[in-house]
Every structure is written in C-alpha cells, then in structure tokens.
C-alpha cells in the first residue's frame, strides 16, 4: 500500500516534467513571444497593437489573457496570433471576506498564468503589461527563469497606487504591493513605459532602466468619410435613440447625415454636436465633472441669442461604476442637451471617433505617471480634446495648440461653449486644433514600435536612454 502511494505521488511531477520538456523544445522558439494580459484583452489596446506589430515582423505570438471583449478584427484573423484565455476566479469568491476573496483570487490566478504559460509551446520573450502587478510579475518571472526566456515588462501605471485610490496609501496591503512592484519589477530584464514622468519615477524609486514607447495611433484611427459615417449612425440608430433623426423625412436620414435621391450623403444643415468620452467606469475617473458641465452647457444653450448649438454626447465603454451614472444621467431633466452610453464594438469606435466634433478625457492618472490612450485614439482621428489636468499629461495634451485642459466641471463648460460656438459653421480655434494634429498624426504606432520595442527582442538594444517621437 505504502509503494503504491509512493507511485501516487511521484508519477504526476515525472510525467508533468516529461511533457513540459518535450514541449519545450517544440519549433516554434525565437520567432514565437507570449503576450500576458492578466485582464479583458479586447480592452487592451495597447497589448492588441504589441500582438500586430510582432505579427507584422513576422513573429508568432500567443496570448495569454482573460476574455470578455472582443479585441479588433485585425487580431482574430491573424493566423500569426492565438489567444489562450484563462479562466477567471470562481463567482462564489466574491461572497467571502474581503481579505480571503483577494488571497483565494490570488491563488488561483497564479495557478492559472503558471500552467498556461508552461503549456505553451517556446518562446523567447514574454511581454508582460502591468498593472496588474500581483501575481503576474512573480509568476511570469519565474516561469521565464524556468524556461529560460527573457521578460519584458510593459509598464502603463503602478498597481499599488490603482489599490490605494480603494485602500488609501497607508494600507499594509498597498505598502505590500508598492514593495512587491519594485522587487519583482527590478528583475524584468527589459522595461518599456509610456512616459518620460515614468521612466524617471522608475528610475529614482527603483533604479528600473525603462525604455519610453508613447502609446501612438495604429492606422485604424483616421477621420471617417461621410459615406462610413451615415452607415454607422444608420446602424446604431436601430439601437439609441439619440442617432433617429429629429423628424420624419422622405429621405434616408440620421440626426447627422442625410442621403440626397441622387445617392450622396451630406451633413445635416442645423445639426447637434457630437461630443464623445470613453472610458472603463473604474474610479481614476469622475464622470460627475462631465455631468455637471453638461448642466452649465445646457443652461447656456438655451438662453436667448445663444449661438451654441444642441448637443449629443456619447459615453463608450463598460465597467464597475456605469451603472451608478446612469442612475445619475436618468435624474437629468436636460433641454438641449441628448446623453447616450453604448457599448461599441472594437471596429466601430475608431470609426465613432473619426465622426465626432469634440472629444472629453476625464482620465486621472493614479500614479499621474501615465496617459491616456483614449486621447492618442482621438487625436489620431484629429480630433481636439478637453482633457482634465494631471502631473503629466502636457507630454500629450497641450493647452491652447491640439486641445484644453481643465481643472474642473465650469472650466469644461466653457471650453466646450468656447469650441463649439457658431457650430455647425467653423470654429476658427476648433479647426486650428485639427490642423495642429496633422503632425501628431504623421507618427503612428508601428514605426515607434520598431525603434523601441524591436531592438530588445533581436538583442541589439544598446541604447537605453532612446525613446520614440
């Protein structure tokens, strides 16, 4: 009995070992990287566009994230990309105490990303975005150091201080975790990040030797023609209300767009703007600013002699707190003023950016160390952003040359009064902002990727103080 339970507990690591060898010396090797997302990877934009670019470089890449969203077109049909989704933590978690739920979460996500990663078949690199950082950045590391390839750390924020906007910065859970972020994150091999502010933080805290890649637009957002544009808002017109025309018409009409008998679409003459926000509903970002600027807007408009035009503003994207501003919108009594929150799919909304007048960033950073990838998406379809000030966002947004930055719910309000006055007809400071973009918009993603990224991966990275345009 006693030899049988020695056999019990010794064949599973042998055969374990046994198959993790042979499937380590499968071909795939140094053209193969593993991307993690410990995350919804279709909201990842930044790790979706690291997959293209290898891709495109000949690479073949496994992704090992969670699911959820569908990431772009562009991803599920390249045949160079596999997404290997990892299963989330039971539900029932969630009913424990606090403390156990995230130790037990904990767990089983490290159980998780070590199997996959095992499982898979060689690969020179991992690239790894963080945050989050516990457990990805122990777990990655070590399943690098066991199978002998190089980690990449990706470094778009800190997790620590995402947990202490929750905790508060004294927690011991928040102290643990900023002391668990430097020790592992000095042992990434190579680091990128997405700001000067950062690789500086980095640096000087920790002594991490970063790489700055600015997160820059792929050339899926560009400024979307009339034709794709009344498409789109015909479509979503079967679903909000907000895209119906104002009345009935003979013609084929959005409250945008009209299509003429003679087959051509033009602008609605006396239109509302069209102002957007994305964003995940998560706490670095107070959408009650936009909410009550959108009261001021609405006050002003209305008011005899008013040259501001109705106004529509959309609100993209999911997450922890849409639910509680739509209790909030559902209070609203506006006048002029039209609010709608739909979840577009990841090919419609560089092509609802592209049709859009004006667009709000409400992000905050935690760590004010990073920005915002929703202004890199709107300024590559050229269009202007009121953004809300933080530490480092003049590495992006600068006042007064592509767009405003505001400090509060009045200053927005009358940045939007300013930028949309006389509107339909153009706005001499809007059109000077669209006009400045031009040159952001000449320097897309791929090209900064090869001068940073692509360096490291073929082992000639031997300038660490480069960084991308």
């Not at 668990?180 to 680091?191: A, H, T």
């Not at 990040?193 to 957002?221: G, H, N, Q, S």
């Not at 009935?248 to 957007?276: D, W």
């Amino acid at each position: 009995m006693s030899e049988l339970l020695a056999w019990f507990l010794f064949l599973p690591p042998v055969i374990f070992i046994f198959l993790y060898l042979v499937i380590n010396h499968m071909v795939k090797g140094e053209r193969s990287i593993c991307v993690v997302v410990l995350g919804d990877f279709g909201r990842s934009p930044r790790m979706q566009y690291h997959c293209l670019s290898l891709a495109s470089e000949g690479y073949n890449v496994d992704v090992a994230c969670y699911g959820g969203s569908k990431p772009h077109r562009d991803i599920q049909e390249n045949e160079k990309i596999e997404q290997h989704i990892m299963r989330e933590p039971p539900a029932v978690l969630k009913y424990m105490p606090r403390l156990m739920n995230y130790v037990l979460k904990v767990i089983w996500q490290s159980l998780s990303v070590m199997l996959t990663l095992l499982l898979l078949p060689k690969f020179s690199h991992v690239i790894l975005q963080n945050p989050p950082a516990i457990p990805s950045l122990a777990v990655v590391w070590f399943v690098c150091l066991v199978r002998g390839s190089t980690l990449v750390t990706d470094w778009h924020n800190y997790g620590f201080t995402i947990l202490s906007l929750a905790l508060g910065d004294m927690h011991p859970l928040v102290q643990f975790s900023k002391w668990y972020e430097g020790w592992f994150g000095c042992r990434s091999k190579f680091n990128i990040c997405v700001t000067e502010a950062m690789k500086e933080d980095l640096k000087t805290v920790w002594k991490i030797e970063a790489d700055v890649l600015y997160d820059r637009p792929p050339d899926m957002f560009k400024e979307t023609d009339l034709e794709t544009k009344h498409k789109l808002f015909k479509r979503l017109s079967g679903e909000y209300e907000i895209f119906k025309p104002s009345k009935p018409s003979e013609e084929e009409m959005t409250a945008f767009t009209v299509r003429r008998r003679s087959g051509i679409v033009e602008n609605v003459e006396k239109r509302s703007a069209l102002v957007i926000s994305s964003t995940s509903w998560t706490e670095d970002e107070d959408f009650s600013i936009l909410l009550a600027a959108l009261d001021e807007y609405d006050v002003a408009a209305q008011k005899p002699g008013s040259d501001l035009p109705p106004l529509k503003c959309v609100i993209t994207g999911k997450g922890p707190q849409k639910a509680f501003y739509q209790g909030l919108l559902s209070q609203k009594k506006f006048g002029v003023v039209k609010v709608c929150l739909p979840w577009l799919e990841s090919g419609d909304y560089p092509l609802m950016l592209g049709s859009a007048d004006l667009g709000v960033c409400l992000h905050k950073s935690s760590s004010g160390l990073d920005l915002p990838m929703k202004v890199v998406d709107m300024f590559g379809c050229a269009l202007p952003v009121c953004a809300l000030h933080f530490e480092c966002l003049r590495e992006l947004v600068h006042h007064g040359e592509n767009g405003m930055v505001f400090h509060n719910s009045t200053e927005l309000a009358m940045q939007m009064q300013t930028l949309l006055k006389g509107f339909p007809h153009k706005n001499a400071q809007l059109e000077a902002f669209r006009e400045n973009l031009k040159v952001f918009r000449r320097n897309r993603w791929h090209p900064n990727w090869k001068r940073v990224v692509l360096p490291i991966l073929k082992g000639n990275n031997i300038n660490p103080d480069k960084k991308d345009s």
